[in-house]
């Protein structure tokens, strides 16, 4: 139960943060599922079948005590990835809209600002006017302090 579980979390976490990602950098939550879904929707599904694959491959040859237990993760991880992940979350983000986004101001100071997809980055270098790169060259570590071959000796 808890391989599922696990599965079942990498693949909400592949859905919704594509979706988020869309959603942050302007479209409407339907136009944000949709661009997000079709981008995520290939990495889970490929995960799903190759986790479909490993589970089904113990049922023909596994001991009586394995095949209840690889049939079970196999169904159930087809279930969860088609059904659950790639059905029911985005669908239920689209009804609710800008409502599957919100987080009350009480909870949001308390939780920690992790910017993992690099907003902040992208709104620091617009507000600087730079693209992130340095126009001056970069400068060799150690150059001025290289030994000639003349002092050496």
Do not use: N
Not at 58 to 69: A, H
Request: net charge neutral; glycine share 8%.
């Amino acid at each position: 139960m808890a391989v599922l579980f696990g599965l079942a979390m990498d693949y909400e976490v592949f859905m919704v943060s594509r979706i988020r990602e869309a959603h942050v950098h302007g479209a409407a939550p339907p136009e944000a599922v949709l661009a997000g879904s079709r981008h995520a929707s290939r990495v889970v599904t490929a995960a799903a079948l190759i986790m479909f694959a490993v589970f089904a491959s113990f049922i023909p040859g596994g001991s009586t005590m394995l095949k209840p237990i690889a049939f079970a993760l196999a169904v159930g991880v087809c279930i969860d990835a088609f059904l659950v992940r790639m059905t029911l979350v985005p669908a239920v983000l689209a009804l609710v809209g800008r409502a599957g986004w919100w987080l009350p101001k009480w909870l949001d100071r308390l939780l920690p600002d992790l910017d993992i997809e690099g907003e902040r980055l992208t709104a620091d270098r617009q507000k600087d006017g730079t693209d992130g790169h340095d126009p001056t060259p970069p400068v060799a570590v150690g150059a001025s302090s290289c030994i000639s071959p003349r002092r050496m000796s």
